[in-house]
């Protein structure tokens, strides 16, 4: 059974840097069916996808996230990692890491998510 | 980047209840369209993806109709576990975008 789990600090203060890694058990991150993702929540809103990564580098950001964001993959500790640089506190939110699966020719899905981790944004 | 409108924002039902939610793309999507079911204080869980594949453990009274651009998930009668909040997400092409979500509540 696959799992995820986040680490990193609960609290970044404004303009610096949110740094997230997301451990991955019971499955390798290198599987050549799966992409390796963050999805954020900002307290009693909507969803919002931050971006993609695939095992051998290749990366996908949100258009409005792009210039803050820069996803890695670490395959040696099976973990992948977020960061957002000059953060403020629109960038609170619960962060998920996630795999998102190909299950067959063209047919993808986000199946796995890890509990999520609350970041604040403040001084 | 694809939006996805999802109707209603809110809804009360009873147990029992049909209940039907809906995602209209901006585009076409084909069957790239999935749905989310979340509780508070928990990640989403994978109820449907492709349009109407049941995800592995989802009871069956969960369906997901559609093509192109506008998309159903229906609950064909209300259990009470099934209170929660309810998200498309579109996987057609990157960005990914979600619906603004459906919150379902007890009447």
């Known amino acids: 059974q696959l799992q995820l789990q986040e680490s990193g600090p609960g609290l970044v203060k404004p303009s610096e840097t949110l740094s997230l890694s997301c451990t991955v058990s019971?499955?390798?991150?290198?599987?050549?069916?799966?992409?390796w993702g963050w999805i954020r929540q900002p307290p009693g809103k909507g969803l919002e996808w931050i971006g993609t990564?695939?095992?051998?580098?290749?990366?996908y950001y949100d258009p409005s996230l792009k210039s803050r964001v820069t996803m890695s993959v670490d395959t040696s500790k099976n973990q992948f990692s977020l960061k957002l640089t000059s953060v403020t506190a629109a960038d609170t939110a619960v962060y998920y890491c996630?795999?998102?699966?190909?299950?067959?020719?063209?047919?993808?899905?986000?199946?796995?998510w890890g509990q999520g981790t609350l970041v604040t944004v403040s001084s | 980047a694809i939006q996805m409108t999802q109707s209603p924002s809110s809804l009360s039902a009873s147990v029992g209840d049909r209940v039907t939610i809906t995602c209209r793309a901006s585009?076409?999507?084909?069957?790239?369209l999935g749905w989310y079911q979340q509780k508070p204080g928990e990640a989403p869980k994978l109820l449907i993806y492709a349009v109407s594949n049941l995800q592995r453990g989802v009871p069956s009274r969960f369906s997901g109709s559609g093509s192109g651009t506008d998309f159903t998930l229906t609950i064909s009668s209300l259990q009470p576990e099934d209170f929660a909040s309810y998200y498309c997400l579109q996987d057609f092409n990157y960005p990914l975008t979600f619906g603004g979500g459906t919150k379902v509540e007890i009447k």
């Open positions: 996630t795999r998102r699966h190909r299950v067959g020719s063209g047919i993808y899905h986000i199946d796995y």
């Open positions: 019971g499955g390798s991150i290198s599987s050549s069916s799966s992409y």
């Open positions: 990564i695939y095992y051998g580098g290749s990366t």
């Open positions: 585009q076409g999507i084909r069957n790239d």
